[in-house]
């Protein structure tokens, strides 16, 4: 009789995965370089702020500054060129946030070398820039109730941004997932996180 496979092993939570980051090798120049992917709103924004945390304060590059209107996906140049090639050489990286109600780039921004950056967004464990990450996360909330989480959240303002985005994030998915790279899976709890071994599958 076949019985079910094994359940993934867990990992603790967000303070012994913090403790785990700090022991990887860098991973882009000097910069162990974390990524937080997951549909939007899974929740990353507020994960990503409480790892910092237990990292000692880490900085958190939310690729909400780094995509705009008419690229919600196609950012990747911009990406590297304003951020991971200066991380890469162990100079400040330098670029420039978008301004989602203005519809334009602001002044440039300096993120410094630091021993872990966070990248949070939907996105971050793409194709390209996962040879970059010394670790990836994916907040393992399904895509529905993630975006009726994100809908509830921004309100009737911004309905028809959600009806745009919806089938852009499931083309993007569908052509360059990151879930089945994560080294960890993030679900949230009534009280806190529960860390999870991911898949983790070798390109």
């Known amino acids: 009789m076949s019985t079910a496979p094994s359940p993934p092993p867990r990992e603790p939570g967000v303070p012994a995965l913090a403790s785990r980051i700090r022991d990887l090798p860098p991973s882009c120049g000097p910069v162990r370089l974390v990524g937080v992917d997951g549909h939007a709103g899974s929740g990353k924004s507020t994960f990503a702020d409480r790892l910092a945390g237990a990292l000692g304060g880490a900085p958190v590059l939310r690729l909400d500054d780094i995509a705009r209107h008419e690229e919600l996906f196609d ?42 950056i966070l990248v949070e967004g939907v996105g971050a464990g793409r194709r390209a820039l996962r040879p970059h990450l010394a670790l990836l996360a994916w907040m393992d909330l399904p895509a529905p109730e993630s975006w009726k989480r994100g809908r509830a959240r921004d309100g009737a303002e911004q309905r028809e941004f959600w009806d745009g985005w919806v089938p852009a994030e499931r083309r993007h998915f569908a052509e360059d997932p990151s879930r089945p790279f994560a080294d960890v899976l993030v679900r949230q709890r009534e009280e806190g996180y529960e860390v999870l071994a991911g898949t983790a599958v070798t390109e």
């Open 75 to 116: 950012w990747t140049g911009r990406l590297f060129a304003q951020v991971v090639e200066p991380l890469g050489r162990g100079d400040t990286a330098r670029y420039r946030p978008y301004d989602w109600h203005a519809r334009r780039f602001g002044p440039p921004r300096p993120l410094p070398p630091a021993p872990v």
